[in-house]
């Protein structure tokens, strides 16, 4: 059972900047195959935002390129979301997922409990 905990949300202008961070409660964030970043805005569906692969391949919405950057810190265990030129559409609730695959070739996902980004305009 991985557990992960988000931390770092909150209420910023449009153009500014927040970082997240996802302490994960793992031995080691190498055993968890892929670490992302997902969002849920009100009345939407949730959607990858950014993720990470246990070798270091990085995968970005379409709407983060250029904007947010996902990072790790293997020996603190936390997967990061550096997001900069916020807009008003990236308020949302944003999750970091793990997925970790099992012996017999499923995936077993995890998620953290959120965190809220809201962007004034």
Known sequence: Q???????????QAGGSLSLSCAASERSILR????????QAPGKQRELVASISRG????Y????K?????SRS???????LQMNSLKAEDTAVYYCKGSVRSWTGGVNDYWGQGTQVTVSS
Request: a negative charge; charged letters at 20%.
């Open 2 to 12: 991985v557990q992960l905990v988000e931390s770092g949300g909150g209420l910023v």
């Open 56 to 59: 270091g391949d990085t995968n």
């Open 74 to 80: 293997i020996g603190k265990n936390t997967v990061y």
């Open 61 to 64: 919405a379409d709407s983060a």
């Open 66 to 70: 250029g904007r947010f950057t996902i």
């Open 32 to 39: 968890i195959d892929v670490l992302g970043w997902h969002r």
